[in-house]
């Protein structure tokens, strides 16, 4: 039997389970790089302000599954009942499964050919006019603005809420063994962040090899960055980004419904 093509994968702690079930029952072997972790942030008096006036808001928007879990928590907390009014939205399935599993409420994404960028949210036509409505953007430190400038420009009164903080750190030494001589098949990245960070532990053998990113945006900083092969999958979904690995390493793995969740 021919050895399993081995795929470095970056997703932090529990997200990596999903990508890395996806990625074998393609016929890969998924290796985690460990490169970041998530970690809730304290609850300061605007976060407790935020879960106070809840029941105010016209629309939640989650962006992540980790985003999606403290907002459960912390709603938890103050609402023992959710309150009826906010509509929830999620950039992808994964947040809006825990989103459904955590407070049982009805989320809406955008269309799975879109993908799960923030482009593809805002194109939702129920996020088209927002004038004067309240809208909860739970999310982590930093990323990219576009969201939540959007939504202000459409007439959204936006409170931002950070919940969580993503800590970088050094791959450990056998991982990074693999980015010096490029002993892998592919890397399959979804973060910009993640990206910019692990550029400088790959050498030449390893920009040499493929890719796997989420967004034309991360293929274009792969390129910037000295990455000669990057591979753009349709959407950050597990399945996605399994089939796209599945392409550049000649995989004929099962192709699973349920690989979709995540």
């Known amino acids: 039997m021919a050895a399993r093509p081995r795929v470095l994968i970056t997703r932090p702690g529990e997200r990596a ?25 304290p609850e300061t ?13 016209d629309r939640v928007i989650v962006v992540s ?12 907390r103050y609402w023992p009942q959710l309150p009826l009014g906010p509509r929830f939205y999620a950039l992808g399935a994964g947040s809006a499964e825990v989103l459904h599993r955590e407070l049982g409420v009805r989320v809406h994404l955008p269309p799975t050919a879109a993908g799960t960028t923030s482009e593809a949210l805002l194109a939702l036509p129920s996020l088209a006019n927002l004038a004067g409505q309240r809208v909860l953007l739970a999310a982590g ?14 007439g959204a009164r936006v409170t931002r809420l950070a ?14 063994a693999r980015l010096r001589t490029g002993d892998f098949a592919a890397l399959v990245v979804t973060s910009g962040e993640l990206l910019e960070h692990l550029a400088g532990w790959c050498h030449q053998a390893a920009l040499n090899q493929p890719l796997i990113v989420s967004s034309r945006r991360l293929a274009t900083l792969a390129d910037n960055l000295g990455f000669l092969r990057p591979v753009m999958a349709k959407g950050a ?17 099962a192709d699973h419904d349920d690989l979709e969740k995540g």
């Not at 990625?23 to 809730?40: S, V």
Request: proline share 11%; charged share 20%; net charge negative.
């Open 17 to 41: 389970v999903p990508l890395a079930r996806a990625l074998e029952a393609r016929g890969a072997e998924p290796l985690e790089l460990e490169a970041m972790y998530l970690e809730p942030l």
């Open 45 to 57: 008096p605007a976060i407790r302000q935020a879960w106070l006036d809840f029941d105010n808001l």
């Open 65 to 76: 599954p980790f985003a999606a879990r403290c907002l459960a928590e912390g709603l938890d």
């Open 141 to 154: 430190e930093g990323g990219r603005p576009t969201l939540g400038d959007t939504l202000s420009q459409r």
């Open 163 to 176: 919940l969580y903080r993503r800590v970088l750190q050094p791959p450990a030494p056998a991982m990074q």
């Open 237 to 253: 979904s597990p399945a996605a980004l399994a089939a796209a690995v599945a392409d550049v390493c000649n995989l004929n793995g």
